[in-house]
């Protein structure tokens, strides 16, 4: 009997290869992209698998298990050196404290509402609000909601700065009889940081804050409540105190043009102050109040004048200390007076009427700033 010829494929074929196990390319695949712990599950079960059913594989399973412990040690020595430093800054999740008020939040705040922060702390960095009828016990009261007036990408002082500017304007204009305010109000702000500003948060909300008092009523005196005429002494006289306050920060010695500037805008806000009150010297009740504090006025400007023109610092220190000794504190309280106004001089007026150690030319409100950067919630 013949042996039969030995067994050829058909032509086409070759040899048969076993299958390339899925488990050994998906261990390279996912420990390199993106979880390195379920690439080490993968490369063992390849290994197992190419040993049981003979597939192809064996040093894809290998390269992927090794890269997969590998990555797996970067991410747990990575969570073990930054893991402390994120958890620490994003801090424990904070759950409103209960107090007065509806909870709100700082965008539906609007001019005339009044609100509460837990423990009446106004300068906490992003306090929870909650908003309450303004008849009733309350932290502080909103006089402005708007964006900041700012261009380009400021730092975080100049947003400061900027902001206290700004809400000093809208508190004179929300409570326009500045010295009705109760001596425990200040003024706050809530605005962004240089980094928040980049983030595109340009909001910034101003208040009179009473924490420190079981204040209840509103503070609001503008030209809505107000007549027309102590609408227009109340515009000049803060006007005025709004110039006065805004005096150049820099030393006298070394920044003479920037004081002589000052001077000029002090002369000025003076001229408007001085029209009105020309304006009803010759008017029944108010007239010999304005005719007094007139001639003061029209004295000063004279020394403001002088100042402005100075070449020297010691020369501008002299028109300076002139100007503040031309006018006096009982005139401008018998002429609020005779237009119905608070008499009660503010602390701040007391305590810093006018100086020329340089700094702020009034040494007033300035003094009594408080400020909070971020957001509320």
Same mark, same amino acid.
């Given at each position: 009997?013949?042996?039969?010829?030995?067994?050829?494929?058909?032509?086409?074929?070759?040899?048969?290869?076993?299958?390339?196990?899925?488990?050994?390319?998906?261990?390279?695949?996912?420990?390199?992209?993106?979880?390195?712990?379920?690439?080490?599950?993968?490369?063992?079960?390849?290994?197992?698998?190419?040993?049981?059913?003979?597939?192809?594989?064996?040093?894809?399973?290998?390269? %992927?298990?090794?890269?997969?412990?590998?990555?797996?040690?970067?991410?747990?020595?990575?969570?073990?050196?930054?893991?402390?430093?994120?958890?620490?800054?994003?801090?424990?999740?904070?759950?409103?404290?209960?107090?007065?008020?509806?909870?709100?939040?700082?965008?539906?705040?609007?001019?005339?509402?009044?609100?509460?922060?837990?423990?009446?702390?106004?300068?906490?960095?992003?306090?929870?609000?909650?908003?309450?009828?303004?008849?009733?016990?309350?932290?502080?009261?909103?006089?402005?909601?708007?964006?900041?007036?700012?261009?380009?990408?400021?730092?975080?002082?100049?947003?400061?700065?900027?902001?206290?500017?700004?809400?000093?304007?809208?508190?004179?204009?929300?409570?326009?009889?500045?010295?009705?305010?109760?001596?425990?109000?200040?003024?706050?702000?809530?605005?962004?940081?240089?980094?928040?500003?980049?983030?595109?948060?340009?909001?910034?909300?101003?208040?009179?804050?009473?924490?420190?008092?079981?204040?209840?009523?509103?503070?609001?005196?503008?030209? %809505?409540?107000?007549?027309?005429?102590?609408?227009?002494?109340?515009?000049?006289?803060?006007?005025?105190?709004?110039?006065?306050?805004?005096?150049?920060?820099?030393?006298?010695?070394?920044?003479?043009?920037?004081?002589?500037?000052?001077?000029?805008?002090?002369?000025?806000?003076?001229?408007?102050?001085?029209?009105?009150?020309?304006?009803?010297?010759?008017?029944?009740?108010?007239?010999?109040?304005?005719?007094?504090?007139?001639?003061?006025?029209?004295?000063?400007?004279?020394?403001?004048?002088?100042?402005?023109?100075?070449?020297?610092?010691?020369?501008?220190?002299?028109?300076?200390?002139?100007?503040? %000794?031309?006018?006096?504190?009982?005139?401008?309280?018998?002429?609020?007076?005779?237009?119905?106004?608070?008499?009660?001089?503010?602390?701040?007026?007391?305590?810093?009427?006018?100086?020329?150690?340089?700094?702020?030319?009034?040494?007033?409100?300035?003094?009594?700033?408080?400020?909070?950067?971020?957001?509320?919630?």
């Amino acid at each position: 009997m013949s042996t039969p010829p030995p067994y050829r494929p058909p032509m086409g074929q070759g040899p048969f290869r076993p299958a390339l196990n899925g488990f050994a390319l998906a261990s390279l695949l996912v420990g390199l992209l993106c979880l390195p712990p379920l690439g080490i599950v993968f490369g063992v079960v390849a290994l197992v698998q190419i040993a049981r059913k003979g597939e192809r594989g064996r040093a894809l399973a290998v390269v %992927g298990l090794v890269v997969s412990v590998a990555m797996t040690a970067v991410l747990v020595l990575g969570a073990g050196r930054y893991g402390g430093t994120v958890l620490g800054r994003l801090g424990p999740a904070r759950e409103p404290v209960r107090v007065e008020g509806e909870l709100t939040g700082i965008d539906e705040l609007r001019a005339g509402d009044c609100f509460n922060v837990p423990g009446g702390d106004l300068l906490e960095e992003d306090p929870f609000i909650y908003r309450i009828d303004c008849g009733r016990v309350h932290d502080a009261e909103v006089t402005s909601t708007s964006p900041l007036a700012l261009t380009g990408s400021p730092g975080t002082t100049k947003l400061k700065e900027a902001a206290a500017q700004a809400c000093w304007k809208a508190q004179d204009a929300y409570a326009m009889d500045t010295w009705a305010l109760p001596p425990y109000a200040e003024m706050f702000y809530f605005a962004p940081t240089g980094e928040t500003w980049r983030d595109g948060d340009h909001g910034l909300l101003c208040v009179i804050g009473t924490p420190d008092r079981e204040h209840r009523g509103s503070l609001r005196k503008d030209s %809505g409540t107000l007549t027309a005429d102590q609408v227009a002494l109340l515009g000049v006289l803060n006007g005025t105190d709004q110039v006065l306050g805004d005096g150049p920060r820099r030393e006298l010695g070394v920044a003479l043009a920037e004081y002589r500037s000052w001077a000029r805008e002090v002369d000025g806000a003076l001229g408007a102050e001085a029209g009105l009150l020309r304006g009803v010297v010759s008017r029944p009740g108010v007239g010999p109040a304005a005719q007094a504090l007139l001639k003061e006025v029209e004295a000063a400007r004279e020394q403001w004048q002088r100042a402005a023109r100075a070449g020297k610092p010691e020369e501008f220190r002299r028109a300076w200390d002139a100007a503040l %000794g031309a006018t006096t504190i009982d005139t401008e309280k018998s002429l609020r007076g005779a237009y119905g106004l608070s008499t009660r001089v503010p602390d701040w007026l007391e305590e810093f009427p006018g100086d020329s150690d340089g700094g702020s030319g009034s040494g007033s409100r300035s003094e009594s700033v408080g400020y909070t950067v971020g957001n509320a919630r």
